[in-house]
């Protein structure tokens, strides 16, 4: 197995050479790690641990009792390996399209590593319970300090530890939904839809009240031109964009009695850390049209083919700008990074993202140091579009948080 070496210390090394067999394709986009913290106190020592949870999917068609294998590598020492069964992959209720597990964890082993980790994940053939290397990914782990006691007393609580998603911000992926299919993410109690609903993934650093985006609306643009975003038989603008659903989220809290003022009285400092996954619908419909549509109905990307720019406002102010391109047959044509190894599910496509000023409210943070450097847990940035998206991401607040006496 190949592993990249790392040019610098936080630079996130590129994915390893699939080795899945013929007709098994891994979906980077579905992709998402996150550390489950656990806390404990021995010998009168408080102690922070975390364990890995994980969500993986692959496409094609697999054995019964088919699964995964994850290894955790630090300098390439393992530390940690959980094994699962997987879970066949069912969209609208049609034969299984491959295997997934969702949020999957196990308590043990338990870990105190951070820095730069290499995640193996292997897929176990049920037939033959032979392992094929499906990514080699990067997790950038980072620990957040925590104190405890009352004034006059900096004693160190459990530490949690949090992945750093900072350099995903761009990793917006447009998916065009089929009726009954689940989100892209595939988590549990998110909506389903009977018609064919265009969906936007969006990630972002939390604010500091973990606010999420308020009601919105989107302008859009094809070759130019603004398209009216009005129906037959509807006057008011079918142009609204809602909050959206959480498709994965966590925080941390860091906290510390450094400064004078927090040390001598009154509670500790502190400071939050999270990030979101969120999913967005996109008030647009594709394919087939329907003799009598649902109403309100809303525009089709069959009546639009060309190149798009969507633009989405809260409180008219753009927080986020999407580009991409619609075929004669409405779908979504593949982002070059597409045809440089990145890989995602059928009708899903990375889409140009351009994050305007410092975004949104809901943009706690934002950092082009890590865009920069990649997204998809690993995997560098291969166009010149997405390298070019990636200087241009402006800096929001402090990437990490701020011990109070470094303010």
Not at 299 to 315: A, R, S
Request: proline letters at 8%.
């Amino acid at each position: 197995m190949r592993r990249s070496a790392l040019i610098l210390p936080l630079m996130l090394a590129a994915t390893a050479m699939a080795q899945l067999p013929d007709g098994l394709t891994f979906d980077d986009g579905f992709t998402w790690f996150e550390c489950k913290n656990q806390r404990s106190v021995e010998n009168n020592v408080a102690i922070g641990r975390w364990t890995l949870v994980s969500s993986l999917r692959i496409w094609g068609k697999v054995p019964d009792r088919s699964g995964w294998k994850v290894v955790i590598k630090k300098e390439g020492k393992a530390l940690a390996e959980y094994i699962t069964d997987g879970f066949p992959l069912k969209l609208a209720g049609g034969p299984p399209q491959g295997l997934v597990i969702v949020g999957f964890w196990k308590d043990k082993p338990l870990l105190d590593a951070d820095g730069l980790l290499d995640v193996e994940v292997y897929y176990i053939d049920g037939g033959n319970d032979k392992e094929h290397l499906a990514r080699t990914c990067k997790l950038d782990v980072r620990r957040a300090e925590r104190v405890r006691g009352g004034p006059g007393s900096r004693e160190a609580d459990a530490a949690d530890f949090y992945v750093n998603r900072h350099s995903e911000v761009l990793s917006s992926i447009l998916y065009f939904r089929g009726p009954e299919f689940p989100s892209y993410t595939q988590i549990d109690g998110l909506t389903y839809y009977s018609d064919r609903m265009v969906e936007l993934l969006l990630n972002y650093s939390e604010n500091a009240n973990f606010a999420g985006p308020k009601l919105g609306r989107v302008r859009i643009e094809v070759d130019g031109k603004e398209v009216e975003m009005k129906v037959p038989n509807n006057e008011k603008p079918q142009d609204e964009m809602g909050f959206g659903e959480l498709g994965g989220k966590y925080n941390v809290e860091y906290s510390d009695r450094n400064a004078e003022k927090y040390f001598k009285g009154g509670p500790a400092y502190q400071e939050r850390i999270g990030f979101c996954r969120r999913v967005m619908m996109l008030p647009l419909h594709w394919g087939p049209k329907p003799e009598k549509p649902l109403l309100p109905s809303k525009v089709y990307t069959n009546d639009h083919p060309g190149e798009w720019k969507v633009t989405y406002l809260i409180e008219r102010k753009p927080v986020r700008i999407w580009r991409f391109k619609i075929g004669p047959d409405g779908l979504p044509l593949p982002h070059p990074e597409q045809a440089k190894g990145l890989s995602l599910a059928l009708n899903a496509v990375l889409a140009d993202t351009e994050i305007p000023s410092e975004g949104g409210e809901f943009d706690g943070r934002l950092s082009a140091e890590f865009v920069k450097q990649g997204a998809f847990f690993g995997r560098p940035w291969a166009t010149d579009e997405m390298k070019k998206a990636a200087e241009k991401t402006p800096t929001k607040g402090a990437p990490f948080p701020t011990p109070s006496d470094k303010q």
